[in-house]
């Protein structure tokens, strides 16, 4: 798919592309597999086609609100305690976001504003780039109260915004977070545990991640380097931080394990020469999925979702870190990033299957064991799971992205 293949580039572009660089560490799979090697793989598919197991029935597949022409909804984010989601909709060049029960009704819309001095409607949300619809994606606080985003507020500088969310909200008034001109503010991430928010700024000159103190607005900087630091994931106890850091086809995954002393806790959990992307705590934070390129048949168009222990236990690099990649060819969710279940021992993922039209799969890490699951849905993605294990995802119908639900069977 076209769109996975801007993705890296997409990535760094947000606050700087840099330029990819080789290094050492790529396990001993050979880039160009061998015919022979191809046509045995093929025979496996074909017995693996006859022993193929029977679909994961849900309780429930529904879509989320009702199915409309003329617009695209996208991105799913759950509230903490999974009492509300949020996604975006578009209607043309108009978007906004919508915040709703997990009925469908909706508790708020933020939308449209006025440019200061203008009459012109601009809208509130806004894609970075006019050919590529990309959103920085809505962050909730712990309480589920408010919501955390971009936008350009329709004077054309990004910074980051706070919304209250309650339908019992006495003001609608958006409060900006940031306020610097001249560079893109984004990424931002809710602490789980605190009003502190972590997210990325260009500044600096290139991605840097920060640490904002919501009450007294205290801004702390986090990162110091030449290559960006990008999509900063706040660990479950809110004590570390995980992102990605590198440039354009190359980024690594790192850690910044004590936030009371960043320069000296940061590292590296991966150093091989293939692009890890959106990193992801499992609930329990023991363990941290992401998108890689790194595939068996060394092609950097197909990637793969891979699991390491979050302490940095695992290998960084080479076969080791091969060994933990869970199933290849999926599509990668880089707006939301691995969805773990509650469990912490299992993740959905959609698989790039065009002739399936990217059927839903859940894998258990423990035994690298894939079941797909029957949505009767086609060309599915933005997967995001809540506390209790309900499934948000985006599917398409009649050319038309709309956002479904569904739950599992236990």
Known sequence: MKVWKVCCAAVAALFFAGIAGAEDGR???PRNVHSAAQAEKKQEGQKAEEKRPEMVEPLFVKPLTGIERGRNDMNPVWSPSGAFIAFERSRGDKKEIVISRPDGSVVVTIYFQLSEGSK???????????????NAGVSWSPAGDRVVFMSNGGEGNYDLYVRE??????????TRLTD???AKNGQAHWSPVADRI??????TGK??????DIVPRRLTRLTQGGKPYLYPQWSPDGKKIAMIHGSNENHDIYLIGDMTKPAETTKALTTWPYDDLRPMWSPDGGKIAFY????????PKVWSLVVIASDGSDPREGDGLAAKVLVEDIIPDVERGPAWMPDSSRIVYAKNDKQEYNPIYIVDIKEKTSLQIKTD??????IVCSADGTIAFRAQVNTWDQVFVMKLKQ
Do not use: C
């Open 27 to 29: 396990p001993a799979v």
């Open 207 to 212: 991605g840097d991640i920060y640490l904002l």
């Open 198 to 203: 972590v997210f990325v700024s260009g500044r």
């Open 292 to 299: 890689s390129n790194y595939n068996s048949a060394g092609d």
């Open 165 to 174: 969310v309650s339908s019992k909200a006495t003001t609608t008034a958006t």
């Open 377 to 382: 849905t086609k060309i599915n993605h933005d």
């Open 180 to 182: 610097y001109k001249g």
């Open 120 to 134: 012109e409607m601009k809208f509130f949300f806004p894609g970075l780039f006019e050919e590529v619809s990309y």
